[in-house]
């Protein structure tokens, strides 16, 4: 299968044994947009919560990954086994969705994919579906499998400022990554790590969905031509996430992620804003 799968195909394969859908709806995006369909949920999900039980609440910084053992005994509270195969989306299209990809991913689990176009193509399609409600779930038996390889530290981008062994890609917007264009996070300045790559997140996306093949091998160029390894960074590791999967889909470029990100950086390097 591929990364991503259509919303025909989902509704096709409702009944597959194994079969296992994960809503990862955000409240919101981090600028603000929420989705008209914020209590709706395809039939059969269960909800994949990002912001509380998939994040480590022990960071200083938004959307850390948590450990493995928080993210395995979460799992199993959605009743995910090993041998599930998983099929994530969110009510924006593509924003959070490809977050719970990598996340599973991270963890060991090889059969995940992104709905494309998520809950809105799928309501688009007269596909049915129902108001979100809290479920209790038989305990799955998944095991965390993590891939520390996969997460960039500060420190190691910091030293690769110099080494330049990797290359980073950055999903915000070309605005914040020029410096121009005020972050989300009133208290940092914009602006970029040295040597990174601009591919705003919305740039691989059209109407809520991923672009062609053609359009993102175009868009893509200059990280597919890069002969050093990948890293996406953003914000706070949410959007980086789409990039990178968008990356994975045309050109098998990793799955590695700065996930601190630039509120990471930005904090350590001191890029505060002067109050006035």
């Known amino acids: 299968m591929n990364e991503i799968v259509s919303v025909d195909w989902l509704e096709q394969h409702l009944n597959d044994d194994d079969l296992i859908i994960l809503d990862a709806s955000l409240p919101s995006t981090i600028g603000g947009t929420k989705s008209a369909h914020q209590d709706l949920t395809i039939k059969g999900a269960r909800f994949f919560d990002l912001k509380n039980n998939f994040t480590n609440k022990n960071s200083n910084f938004p959307n850390t990954i948590p450990t493995p053992q928080q ?5 199993r509270k959605l009743g995910i086994n ?10 924006l299209g593509i924003y959070s969705s490809p977050r719970a990809w990598w996340l599973l991913k991270l963890m060991g689990h090889p059969n995940v994919h992104v709905l494309n176009g998520g809950l809105p193509e799928w309501m688009a399609n007269d596909y049915p579906t129902v108001k979100r409600v809290d479920k209790n779930y038989e305990l799955g038996n998944f095991k965390s499998d993590f891939n520390k390889s996969k997460v960039k ?8 400022v110099k080494s330049k062994i990797f290359t980073i890609v950055d999903a915000r917007s070309e605005g914040r990554f020029l410096g121009i264009e005020n972050e989300p996070r009133k208290h940092l300045k914009s602006g970029s790590i040295p040597e990174s790559i601009s591919v705003p997140y919305k740039s691989v996306l059209e109407n809520g969905k991923f672009k062609s ?17 990948i890293a996406f960074s953003c914000g706070s590791g949410m959007t980086a996430c789409i990039v990178m999967l968008a990356s994975e889909m045309v050109f098998k470029t990793g799955q590695n992620i700065y996930d601190g990100s630039w509120t990471e950086w930005a904090e350590k390097q001191n890029l505060k804003v002067e109050a006035d």
């Open 213 to 229: 093949e053609a359009e993102l091998k175009s868009i893509l160029k200059e990280v597919s031509s890069n002969s050093k390894e």
């Open 153 to 160: 530290s500060y420190e190691e981008v910091l030293e690769n």
């Open 71 to 75: 993210f395995e005994i979460e799992c």
């Open 82 to 91: 090993n041998s599930s195969k998983i099929i994530i989306f969110d009510n």
